[in-house]
């Protein structure tokens, strides 16, 4: 029997390569997807398309509301979104989502402890990526930590392990990977503000990084963009 794992799934590039590594290592993978007030549902869709591409046992979306406390361009239309690149190095954008991968993995462990999954797999990376700091690999340690001693499996003696394969890769390693694990990145949806279509901005920080990465490994980008 193949051992179980939760992958959090929201639909872009880093977390559809996630899923991919999960599956290439054997896993039988049960894919998570949260609506947590994030400005538009073109992700959600992609992850529904991504998730049944690499064959995913499962995939659940969990409605939660991160809406309802703000605080983040992503989840408050008041705020304006970034399109000028990353302005001043070392400070958080404010595309952070407050705790919002302490709340995903939160749901993630959940779920696991009843599928009795061992394996949870979240594409956060610290290489390529805006300044986030849950995204960095001493918290994943200490989330890590904390789950062996939050639940029962733990205290039973189950060792939980969350694994951040992409998390020292730039984002050419990352489609490079992909694309060898047959990842068909036209299905999935990064920017930060793309239309009811899926379509991308082209200009935020989510846009940037991905076209960079593509440009980086000499892969052509597969991004739809609005007019």
Known sequence: MKKKAVILLSGGLDSATCLAIAKAKGFDCYALSFDYGQRHNAELQAAARVAKALGAIEHRVIKIDLAG?????LTDANIAMPVDGIEVENEIPVTYVPARNTVLLSFAL????????DDIFIGVNAVDYSGYPDCRPEYISAFQAMARLATKVGVEGSS???HTPLIRWSKAEIVTEGQKLGVDYSLTVTCYQANDQGEACGVCDACRLRAAGFAAANMTDPTRYAA
């Open 69 to 73: 406390f703000g605080g983040s361009a």
């Open 110 to 117: 959940a779920w696991s402890e009843v599928l009795k999954a």
């Open 160 to 162: 939980l392990n969350i």
